[in-house]
Structures are given as C-alpha cells and as structure tokens.
C-alpha cells in the first residue's frame, strides 16, 4: 500500500486534446514530486456524444496513459465543466488541479470566461497549475452540430402536444380567461415537447409554432396572422423568448436526468457485482456472475479462460442473447503470445484487441488468474465502459483470490487433519499392537523352549491364546485396509440381491470362537427381507458391531441380533446388556481413532476403528447407523437399509 502525503491531492483535466497527453505526465511528475495522492477527472458534457471517433479514440489514449501513469479514473456529468470540478475537488480533498490553456488568442466580442478564470472564482482556496497547451497544426477543436434529425415518432407528438395546448386555450377562450393564461398553456407544451421529444429542434420548432398559433386563434383579426394591437409584437417576442428558454431548460434537465439514470445504474451494476461475488463458492460461479453483470452492462458477447502456466484453458462463451453459455473457441496461438508478451513487458497489462475481440486481463496484483474477452467488431470499445469493466474484472480478480485463498486453507485443513490422523493412528498401533504380539512371541517362545514340559490341556491354551491374538491382529489390519480404501476413494460396492437373515447368519458364525462365554441370539421375522447389498461388507459390520458389544460387556451376558422390516427399510439391531455409552459419547462414537473412557471387556485397547468403518460402509449402501441406549441398562446399535427387489431370471 503507497503512503501518501498527508492532505496533498493531486487532480489532472482529461480531455480529447492531442496536447493532453504532456499534462498527464506533467500532473504525474508533480504527484511524484509531492508523494501524492493522483486522480484524473473527466466531466462528460452532452456533447460527448456528438464527439467523432478520432476524437474518442484520442480521449481512449488519454485515460490509458492516465491510468498507467498511476492515476485513478473519475467520470462526473454535467454542462458546466469549471462547477463540476470544483465541486468534485471540494468533495475529493483536492489540493492541487493541473490542466492546460490554449496560448491561441480567439477574437470573439462575447465570450465566456476561460475555464481557469472560471475555476480560481469558483475554488479560490485550491493551488492551480496551468500548463500551456499547444495545439497542432492538424487538430482543430470540433464545432458542435446542431442535431437536425427529427423522426415522425417527435413530429407526430409535437402536432398532438400543440392541438391539445390550442383545444384547451380555445376552451379558456370562451370561458373569459386571459391571454397570459392562454400563453402560458402553450409554454407549458413547448415544455412537455421538449421532455418527450428526442430532438433539441422539435422544442424550437414548437416554440415559433405556438406564437403563430396563438397569434391565428387568439389575436384580433382571429383565424388571420395579421395583428392590429401595437402591443402584440412586444407579447410574441416575449411569448417566443420564454418557450425557447424553458424549452432549453426542459431539454436540458432531460439530459442530465439521464446521465444521472446512467451513473445510478452503473453504480448500482458494480455494488450488485460486489454482493453477488461475496456469496460465491467457486470459480465458474464466479465467473458466470461477472460475466452475467458484463452482459447487462455492454450488452455484448463474452468469452472467459482461465491462465494456468501461462496458457489458457477452460473458455467459456456467454452469448449476447442471454442463452447457456458454451464452450469457448481456443484463442489463437499468435494472440496468446501478444498477450503474454504484454504481461513480460508490463506489470500492470492493459487491454489488447484481436480479430473483432478486446482481451481484458483479470489480475490480481501481479498475477493474471484469467482473461476476459469482449466482441466488439469493428467498433471501437468506450474509453469509460472500459474503466467500468475494469472495475467489474477488478471485483471478479478479488472474489477468485478469495476463492483461492478458501480452496487453499480447506486443503491445508485437510492435510493438517489427514496427519492429525495419521499421528494418531501410528500412536495407536505402535502402543496397542505391543500387547498381542508379546503375548504371541511369548506363548511361541515357552513352546520352542518348555513344550515337552507342558501338559497336553496347557499347550491347548496357550495354543488359543496365540490364536486369539492373531484374530485379533488380523480382525485389526482388515479395518484398516478397508479404511485406506473408503480414504482413497477406491472402495467399490458389488451389489447384489441378499437375504438379511443370510449375512447374519454368516456373521454370527464367524464369532463363534470370540463369543468369550458371551450368548449370541438372532431374532429374525417370518417374512424374507431382501436388500441390495455387498455381502462381505455387510458382513464384516455385523461383525464389528458384535465384536464391540463382546469387548465391553462381561462375559456370560447376553447379546440380541434381531432383524425386522419397517415400510420401505430393513432394520438391524444388535443390542447388549453393559454398562452402556454415555450421551457425550454417543456423539463421537463413529468418529475414527475415537474410543471413550470405557475399557474393553479384555483389557485391551481399540483403535477406534470398527464403528467409524461401520458408518462409513453403511452409508455407502445409503442406509443410516445409529446408538441410542437399551432398557434397562447396555447399548442397542440400529442399522437401516433400502430394501431390494427379487430378480426373477426367466
């Protein structure tokens, strides 16, 4: 961020003046000089659309030399150029103005005081720096035209607006009104004209008519354009004069309700792009509300790509029309060398034009993360549509930073968390797989060394208690390879028709020699329940759930399996008679690594593993895992499944 000097602010005139280019620089060797703040101010007049092409192009040159030179960009409406910059002086804390002043004498009888002259009486508090301005030998100031084009749409409303203002005077006429309300009638039309009219010329038309007509209608002799009183040349003249000046005004105040309407809209359109990007979550939602809000404002086609690595990719095309955007065609090569030339050449890249299209950077400090492009044709782009969409690429640069920034921490959460785990996991395993494996090496090494000396019923123990552990390291190193796969993503369902009452069969009959005293009961309804289900990852929740109610229930008390259909579902419940889970427990229960406070039946501790893989392969069949607590005291597992269809094969 620059550090300015503080309550130095200085302002440069633009204009389309070949010359202006030398106050430009000269304005900005000053605010470098000063360490000041540096703005360029344009005042749009009505005859800035009257201004040629040479002339808009030239003003085009101006703004941009203004803006790489580190200024930034203002536009404000009105007739009176001295007033508006003044008044945005006053407004902007201006300390300095800087513009130029033709040395050309102009031999004129009445002339209008010269903007600088104007300027010190209307801001007398404020440095101004007056820089000679040379003009060529080629460049002439442009005399305004008079606009003399009139459609029939104007003439048809004049002729109603004048009929309907001499029906009403003919009506004030026979009731006894005076003639200075008849006129001021017809003023008031003049008036109306000149608001609904788009020509200056249809209100001067309109004022000399009304005098004629009320001199036919209202004057004696009446329907003659003779008159006799002395005193009717003085009223038409002052009639005449009065129709022109508020027609004038009329016309005028219609011009600045308009660049008024204009200024609100374009304000409106950036504070709309502001809060529309606020609220997006990704890069093309961001990319389609820029290019939706450039869409409204140029009314034109639009293509955007996004620069990786220096090339573009990903271009999408919105259409004029509004329709569903579509795929962009590749930019040509010798374009996107252009561009990239330019990006080398310059650290702040400006716009670029190639076959009919005018490219627009979207960059954030240094980096381009896209680019924009805009159909012009053989038009050439407005000097101030193109500061407006600069302004709108400016928001779209900062919402895709943003978004960036956000994909970025959610990556670095996630690899923070990713390692979180991974720590605890290593922890885990590195403490709890110490206790199997030295039970095991110690039962092997007593029968390497003292088998002989061991009767045949203590072999027999110390041969399950090696196989026990073994299960249980095998039962682990299972979990874990299903919890790499569900991470990688690499886990895919084989889905199939199965009998409920089938998978828990085979469940049960895998924890035959892990009951621990423990009595297994299975309750399954008359009625066959079919889902579409992986058998084997079916299966091996069964497993995990029982296994669970095994550890940390005491041995000899009873575990319940039972199966029941609920509408469109298959529901599961495998209850135990412990101690139970406690409620902030519950809601960690199938998180992974999480185990509790409470202690495995066995006295050995679980990773946490089998009910966070339960959850996981359950919802993966779209199905829902819960624990709630079993009457009177233990836990009760709930799993819902859809329910399948039978496939006949005829």
Excluded at 171 to 199: A, D, K, P, R
Excluded at 569 to 575: D, K, N, P, S
């Amino acid at each position: 961020m620059e550090n300015f000097t503080e309550n130095e602010h200085i302002l440069v005139c633009l204009s389309s003046s070949p010359s202006n280019a030398r106050i430009i620089r000269a304005a900005r060797k000053m605010a470098q000089a000063f360490n000041a703040k540096f703005t360029a101010l344009f005042v749009e007049t009505p005859e800035f659309s009257s201004m040629s092409i040479q002339d808009r192009e030239r003003l085009r040159q101006n703004l941009k030399l203004a803006e790489k030179s580190g200024a930034s960009i203002e536009t404000v409406y009105g007739e009176d150029v001295a007033y508006q910059i003044a008044e945005f002086a006053r407004l902007s804390a201006v300390s300095k103005i800087v513009l130029g002043r033709s040395i050309v004498k102009k031999h004129r009888f009445f002339k209008k005081p010269v903007l600088t002259d104007q300027l010190i009486e209307l801001a007398p508090n404020l440095d101004i720096y007056i820089i000679p301005d040379f003009p060529t030998a080629q460049y002439r100031q442009p005399k305004k035209k008079p606009d003399l084009h009139i459609s029939l749409r104007d003439i048809g409303l004049s002729i109603l607006i004048l009929c309907l203002a001499t029906l009403i005077d003919l009506l004030f006429w026979n009731c006894g009104y005076l003639e200075s309300n008849i006129i001021t009638v017809y003023i008031l039309g003049v008036v109306i004209i000149s608001v609904v009219t788009n020509s200056r010329l249809c209100g001067i038309i309109a004022s000399v008519l009304s005098v004629l007509i009320f001199n036919f209608f209202f004057t004696v002799p009446r329907y003659t354009f003779l008159a006799y009183d002395s005193s009717y040349p003085l009223t038409f003249a002052v009639m005449l004069v009065s129709a022109l000046i508020s027609g004038g005004l009329a016309a005028k105040l219609k011009q600045h309700a308009a660049k008024s309407a204009l200024a609100a809209h374009r304000t409106k359109l950036l504070f709309d792009t502001n809060q529309l990007l606020q609220g997006a979550v990704s890069q093309e939602e961001i990319i389609s509300l820029t290019a939706g809000q450039l869409r409204e404002l140029l009314n034109k086609d639009l293509v955007f790509f996004s620069i990786k690595d220096g090339s573009a990719e990903n271009g999408r095309f919105f259409p004029a029309n509004g329709d569903t955007p579509q795929q962009a065609p590749p930019i040509p090569p010798s374009v996107l060398e252009d561009f990239t030339d330019k990006l080398r050449r310059r650290l702040r890249p400006e716009a670029f034009s190639a076959q009919g299209w005018t490219y627009y950077p979207v960059n954030s400090g240094e980096k381009v993360m896209a680019l924009s492009g805009v159909y012009y044709g053989k038009e050439h782009p407005d000097a101030f549509d193109e500061s407006l969409i600069t302004a709108v690429l400016g928001e779209c640069a900062l919402a895709l930073q943003n978004e960036k920034n956000a994909r970025e921490k959610r990556e670095n959460e996630l690899l923070a968390e990713n390692e979180r785990l991974r720590a605890n996991l290593l922890r885990s395993i590195s403490h709890d797989l110490r206790t199997p494996l030295t039970s095991i090496s110690g039962n092997a090494s007593n029968l390497l060394s003292n088998a002989d000396s061991f009767d045949k019923a203590t072999r027999q123990q110390i041969y399950a208690d090696i196989y026990e552990d073994s299960m249980w390291l095998i039962n682990l190193v299972e979990n874990l390879l299903a919890v790499t796969k569900l991470e990688d993503g690499r886990m895919n369902l084989r889905l199939s028709s199965e009998l409920l009452e089938d998978i828990v069969s085979e469940a049960v009959s895998r924890m035959d020699n892990k009951r621990c005293g423990h009595e297994i009961k299975v309750t399954m309804p008359d009625d066959f329940i079919i889902i579409q289900a992986d058998a084997k990852l079916m299966v091996q929740v069964i497993i995990n759930l029982i296994d669970n109610a095994v550890k940390h229930t005491p041995a000899g008390t009873l575990i319940e399996v039972e199966a029941e259909k609920q509408e469109s579902c298959a529901v599961l419940m495998i209850r135990d008679n412990g101690n139970g889970i406690s409620d902030s427990d519950k809601a960690h229960i199938f998180d992974m690594f999480f185990t509790g406070n409470s202690k495995a039946a066995d006295s050995r501790r679980s990773l946490g593993l089998g009910l966070s893989l339960c959850k996981s392969i359950v919802e993966a069949h779209k199905g829902k895992i819960s624990v709630a607590d079993n009457h009177p005291h233990g836990t009760v597992f709930t799993v819902s499944l859809p329910v399948g269809e039978v496939e006949i094969h005829e």
